[in-house]
């Protein structure tokens, strides 16, 4: 079974450019998630997706974040502009396990590191 | 913000010593989960314990689960050089369907 597939894996930007990334969840995963990890702490929930719907933005800076899934399969998200402090690595995680229940695993892909100078 | 707090922050042992991680949390939860994650790669599931249980194995893994301290700890046995890693609590609270949230890790390393 295919995993999470990320990409690009490496991008390096100037601060107020735009940047966007790619993510195909496992086959039938309702649910998708998108997490900022900045380097030394844990991944923050940026958005939660069921299906092509959002079920959780609340952290999602809106003014320069963006993210979409369009038939509810692959999802991207877009960061513009960008600003020093969005340097970190940002992971898709898929789940099998629909909105409504309260269990269930993450599956990751490996992530996008960006580097903003 | 972080919902679980890991301690410690970092540990090192030697291959063959048990390794113990704590995580305290601070809401009503649904479940809780350990995660590892290797040096540049993405996190891995290893286990899940719901709030009504109290104690949990997987292979040489073992988590318990105190939730009137608001507490878990992971207990690695006979740890191996490849159990070095990052390794994460993360929670579902009560309410919020299946949103996971993250704590702070402890990075455990393992030597010969």
């Known amino acids: 079974e295919a995993g999470v597939a990320q990409s690009p894996r490496y991008k390096i930007i100037e601060k107020r450019q735009s940047v966007a990334f790619w993510c195909n969840p496992i086959?039938?995963?309702?649910?998708l998630y998108w997490y900022q990890q900045i380097l030394g702490q844990g991944p923050k929930l940026l958005i939660q997706?069921?299906?092509?719907?959002?079920?959780?933005d609340s952290q999602l800076p809106k003014d320069r974040f963006s993210a979409e899934r369009l038939k509810g399969v692959d999802s991207t998200l877009k960061i513009q502009p960008a600003k020093l402090e969005d340097s970190a690595v940002y992971l898709c995680?898929?789940?099998?396990?629909?909105?409504?229940?309260?269990?269930?695993?993450?599956?990751f892909g490996e992530g996008s590191r960006l580097t903003v100078l | 913000s972080q919902q679980g707090e890991e301690d410690p922050q970092a540990l090192s042992i030697q291959e063959g010593e048990n390794a113990t991680m704590n995580c305290s949390y601070k809401?009503?939860?649904?479940?809780l989960q350990w995660y590892r994650q290797n040096s540049g790669r993405g996190l891995v599931h290893l286990i899940l314990?719901?709030?009504?249980?109290r104690e949990k194995h997987s292979g040489r893994l073992r988590v318990t689960l105190d939730t009137s301290k608001k507490s878990s700890s992971l207990l690695i046995t006979a740890s191996r050089a490849a159990d070095t890693a990052s390794y994460f609590c993360?929670?579902?609270?009560?309410?919020?369907?299946?949103?996971?949230?993250f704590g702070t890790g402890t990075r455990l390393q393992v030597t010969l």
């Open positions: 995680a898929s789940s099998l396990v629909p909105w409504t229940m309260n269990t269930g695993e993450l599956f």
């Open positions: 086959s039938g995963h309702a649910t």
């Open positions: 997706f069921q299906n092509n719907g959002v079920v959780d």
């Open positions: 809401t009503s939860i649904n479940n």
């Open positions: 314990i719901r709030s009504n249980e």
């Open positions: 993360a929670t579902v609270v009560t309410g919020t369907a299946s949103k996971l949230t």
